[in-house]
């Protein structure tokens, strides 16, 4: 089966072609069109100019990709319907739909969620089920228990803040550009992750959620009063370290603990904050040590933030399943949940 995911959720337009031969997938084409220059100059996203962006950008993209114009060889359209920005998502909702109508093809309305989950199926061996999901995002930090595809149990998530927004509100703290989380990632490689003891929010805690808003706010307090004890604030490098430290020990263990008591076949990351280059390590060496027999899945970082092979994998399985929206009654849910 081969599938044209379209994702427009956020600030990336992206347009991709996935086969999935009996679950075995092949990304055929996957293209991303950022726009994160044009937020950067406002500090974070702009809902409509995302849409209009994302309006301009998606046909020229799909000419690119080389859709054929009449849909031959496409067996079925997937676009992210939420959650996200409410007039970004109806950019690529409305553009599935005509598309479907047109082709006579099914449409199937994808949790974007679910989609950041299967970007772990494009690297082989692809993970067992059970499988405990660490999904680390700009806009979401859960830990999810797939039991199969498209069974999905909510373990725990985050009170506040995302992981994702945690580092972009830190990088904001720091004087670095929108978004900060892949800069704080290459910063802090020059840097000493013991120069500050930053909190580790929840940590302890005997839940499995999350919250990171304490942390940012540490942070805050650190930079406004210059420093510890009037010290002087310490190198930039050693600040991002530390700060990334701490956000990556919490995760760590919080993954940890849950499978511990969940008992999956495997562990797997996804999200655009599983493009952090600490974090995968940390968790690939953790799950090895406290976890045997589990195995550990870290997709490729050109699928870990937001594309739209992700997309279509997680709508081909659906497809496969025969399990999925009626294309004329598709609408974008800002609010779409995943699991309860
Ligand atoms: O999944 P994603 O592309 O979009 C959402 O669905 O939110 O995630 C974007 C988030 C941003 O907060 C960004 O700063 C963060 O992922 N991110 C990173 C890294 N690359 C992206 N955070 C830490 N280290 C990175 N290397
Ligand atoms: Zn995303």
């Not at 830190?170 to 670095?176: I, T, V």
């Not at 390590?281 to 992700?310: F, I, Q, S, W």
């Not at 994998?313 to 309860?340: C, H, I, Q, V, W």
Request: hydrophobic fraction near 45%; include cysteine; glycine fraction near 10%.
């Amino acid at each position: 089966m081969r599938v044209l995911g379209i994702e427009t959720s956020c600030d990336e337009t992206a347009v991709a072609l996935v086969d999935n031969d009996q679950g075995a997938l092949r990304v055929v084409t996957s293209l991303v069109s950022s726009q994160i220059d044009i937020h950067a100059k406002y500090g974070g996203i702009v809902p409509e100019v995302a849409a209009r962006r994302h309006v301009d950008a998606l046909f020229p993209l799909l000419e690119e990709a080389g859709i054929p114009h009449d849909g031959a060889g496409i067996d079925a359209i997937a676009v992210t319907a939420g959650p996200g920005l409410v007039p970004a998502l109806r950019v690529g909702v409305e553009a599935a739909k005509a598309l479907a109508w047109a082709w006579k093809k099914p449409l199937v309305g994808v949790n974007h969620l679910e989609g950041h989950l299967y970007s772990a199926w494009f690297s082989t061996p692809t993970p067992a089920f059970p499988s405990l999901a660490l999904l680390v995002s700009g806009g979401h930090t859960e830990l999810i228990f797939m039991k199969d595809h498209g069974r999905y149990e909510l373990v725990g998530a985050t009170r506040d803040d995302a992981a994702g927004e945690a580092f972009d509100k830190a990088g904001k703290l720091l004087g670095l550009p929108y978004p900060g989380g892949p800069k704080i990632d290459k910063l802090a490689l020059d840097g000493d992750p013991s120069a500050i003891a930053f909190p580790r929010p929840m940590m302890e805690s005997k839940d499995f959620d999350f919250s990171f808003s304490g942390l940012k706010t540490a942070v805050a307090v650190y930079v406004k009063q210059g420093g510890l004890g009037g010290q002087g604030l310490a190198r930039v490098e050693d600040i991002c370290a530390s700060f990334q430290e701490a956000v990556v020990d919490v995760l760590v263990t919080k993954t940890i603990a849950a499978a511990t008591r969940y008992r999956p076949a495997s562990v797997l990351l996804s999200g655009g904050v599983a493009a952090n280059e600490t974090l995968r390590t940390r968790l690939g060496e953790a799950v090895a040590k406290a976890l045997p027999g589990v195995t550990c899945h870290v997709p490729e970082r050109a699928y870990a933030t937001d594309n739209a092979a992700m997309i279509a994998a997680a709508g081909s399985f659906r497809a496969t399943a025969k399990d999925f929206t009626d294309p004329l009654t598709l609408e974008a849910d800002p609010n779409m949940r995943l699991a309860a």
